[in-house]
């Protein structure tokens, strides 16, 4: 079946959040009364990504926000005080040519983030887990105010083809290792990969430095958001980066996200991630393997 790629003509007052860049912020001193906040990050697990909590919501690390580096696991610990614990999302920048993938061993070329939704808990590793899965489940939230956190997850669970159930925002780097599930938490890692791609794809168009053009971000979420079937499906069937369907939808970002304003005022996108929950929206139940459905969610 052939995969449409779906874009989104921003004929938008589009814009940027203000606010200083990471590099130049202070680093915040943590409260006597904090708490310890640890996870991990990856699209593959990612060495000397700069994490820190978003209190301002402006997708960059600005003075006073807690903030630290992953180490060579990928893993992070914040110190948060403890009445902005699950109140906050926390973003992971990962630093063109500083950043280490582990999945390559090499610095990544371009600079992108990833974020999770405000849920964090204290002192709980795996529920901290920071990737392009929990990126896009926190931009479900973001955009659209009826979806919750337990909906964006069954909507992303079924836009992947997971059972009901499956934990969609889970370390899926270390569940690929070995269990059950290895192979679901495999496909998980590759098109995680894939995300990642795309979202480095188009960095000199999101990002200036580390400042982050928050409606072209999500402009570029929300495309995303409506062709992940295929982004899995294309991961499934062992296809990379360059094959035919990727190399077209980098293409049609790079032009869309191109027309999208770097300044002006905030943006509605909930028509970008609609409340969507039903797995026969995204796969079609004929033919073996199942593919995506054309048009995704644009049905």
Partial sequence: MKKQIITFTAALSLGIFA???GSGSTPATAPTNSVSVSGAVADGYLVGATVFLDKNGNYQLDAGEPSTTTDSNGAYTLSVDPVDVGRYPILALAIAGQTIDKDTNLPVPNSYVLSMPATAVSGTVNSNFISPMSSLIREKMAANSTITLA???AQLRNQMNMPAGFDM???YV???QSGANAARYQTMRT????MAGLMAGQSSLVMTGTSVSTNRYRTMMGT???NMSAITANAMNGLGMNSTFMTTMMSSMQTQLGTVSMSGSFTNYSG???NMTSHSRFWSSTGTPTTPMSGG???
């Fill in 19 to 21: 606010g200083c860049g």
């Fill in 151 to 153: 909906e964006a997850t």
């Fill in 169 to 171: 925002m889970t370390d």
């Fill in 174 to 176: 270390a569940g690929s």
């Fill in 191 to 194: 098109t995680a990969q894939q």
């Fill in 224 to 226: 995303i958001n409506s």
């Fill in 272 to 274: 970008m991630f609609r």
């Fill in 297 to 299: 969610m644009m049905r």
